[in-house]
């Protein structure tokens, strides 16, 4: 999915990454194309996006760290973060 997750809040986007786990088979992988905002007050393109985001659906942008412990709760796990630019990743979920 791109740009999906960071249109919602944490119990939205865990209704439908909880949806996205109910059918992803046990050998499956789940990639979410995001925003990822850096630890800490290091510039980001992303923190713009993050405040249209907050303003215009309530949603928001996240840290790798944040989406860990989102994918966790509604049974997946992040095997790997690849950023093939400065801020755009592709979060690889893998079922837990």
């Given at each position: ?38 630890e800490g007050n290091l510039p ?7 405040v249209v985001m907050l303003v ?15 994918l966790a709760r509604v049974g ?21």
């Amino acid at each position: 999915m791109k740009h999906v997750i960071h249109d919602w809040d944490d119990e939205r986007a865990k209704s439908i990454l909880a949806n996205c786990r109910r059918v992803i088979q046990p050998d499956g992988a789940l990639l979410l194309v995001e925003w990822t905002l850096p630890e800490g007050n290091l510039p980001s393109s992303g923190k713009l996006s993050d405040v249209v985001m907050l303003v215009m659906t309530g949603g928001k942008e996240r840290t790798a760290e944040e989406y860990r412990q989102l994918l966790a709760r509604v049974g997946f796990r992040l095997n790997q973060v690849i950023s093939p630019s400065s801020d755009l990743s592709i979060i690889e979920a893998l079922p837990a």
